[in-house]
């Protein structure tokens, strides 16, 4: 995918202030000068193309409710079906594979810690897998956006 100059003001610019607002796209678009459907639409296409990821906001978790990073020992011929049933759970917003014997690992939020206890009470009975459960002991931020010389990609 050949990127043009507004698809790098979109990454340049987003990677770290998106709008907070009840319509985010329409203030992006009004920055760039074009409308809110095309920010829409360039943002789609850059997911679609594997140029972007994810786009959205970055929560401070603590503020947000109860969260944990767990992790689960899958079978190697069944990961693939467990993933997809850690993925059906309520409040999983991230799941990964790892090189590890527990090879399966997920973020998980919820509004407060005992909803938080519930669903993973209710998850691991059914994966029928005991979950590890790694409750954040001290936080770190780290900026996920970077610099980028589009010169050098060129």
Not at 1 to 7: G, P, Q, T
Request: hydrophobic share 40%; charged share 25%.
């Amino acid at each position: 995918m050949r990127l043009d100059s507004v698809d790098k003001q979109l990454i340049d610019h987003y990677q770290r202030n998106l709008p907070v607002c009840e319509r985010p796209y329409l203030e992006m678009a009004r920055s760039l000068g074009i409308s809110e459907d095309e920010v829409i639409c360039r943002l789609a296409s850059l997911q679609e193309h594997q140029v972007l990821s994810r786009v959205g906001p970055v929560f401070e978790h603590s503020r947000a409710g109860a969260s944990l990073l767990a992790a689960v020992a899958a079978d190697p011929t069944e990961m693939d079906t467990v993933a997809a049933r850690i993925n059906e759970a309520p409040g999983v917003n991230h799941n990964y594979a790892r090189e590890h014997p527990f090879n399966l690992w997920f973020v998980m939020t919820a509004p407060d810690e005992h909803t938080l206890d519930e669903r993973l009470d209710e998850l691991e009975q059914r994966l029928k897998l005991p979950i590890l459960r790694l409750p954040m002991v001290e936080g770190y931020h780290i900026d996920l956006g970077f610099d980028i010389d589009w010169d050098a990609l060129s």
